[in-house]
């Protein structure tokens, strides 16, 4: 895989954070659109976020978890991370990293996924 989901995800209660990353290996990500996608049982695979690429900082969050999560770039490492904070039941999904060239397409703009991580909210 060019795009590798790291341990993060699992179960927490409500009001708490977890933090997702993905790394990349033969993949600059410096150079790429870097997408969040989550997918809840029975419903399509939604965007959360998007950010530029690091020359830029352009960010989107959708509105149901602006304020809560943060997406953002440990270029050193070559990793992107997503901060979930004051997580709520409904943001019970899989999660997914993107990576791609077109800011803020749609899922099938992206050329790149991590596997899905689960994240479970339930108190």
């Known amino acids: 895989q060019l795009l590798v989901a790291e341990p993060g995800g699992g179960l927490v209660q409500p009001g708490g954070s977890l933090r997702l990353s993905c790394a990349a290996s033969g993949l600059n990500l410096d150079y790429l659109v870097i997408g969040w996608f989550r997918q809840a049982p029975g419903k399509e695979r939604e965007g959360v976020s998007c950010?530029?690429?690091?020359?830029?900082?352009?960010?989107y969050y959708v509105d149901s978890v602006k304020g809560r999560f943060t997406a953002s770039r440990d270029k050193a490492k070559n990793k992107v991370i997503l901060q979930m904070n004051s997580l709520k039941p409904e943001d019970t999904a899989i999660y997914y990293c993107?990576?791609?060239?077109?800011?803020?397409?749609?899922?099938?703009?992206?050329?790149?996924w991590g596997k899905g991580t689960q994240v479970t909210v339930s108190s």
């Open positions: 993107a990576a791609g060239r077109i800011l803020c397409g749609t899922r099938l703009d992206y050329d790149y």
């Open positions: 950010i530029s690429n690091s020359s830029s900082a352009y960010a």
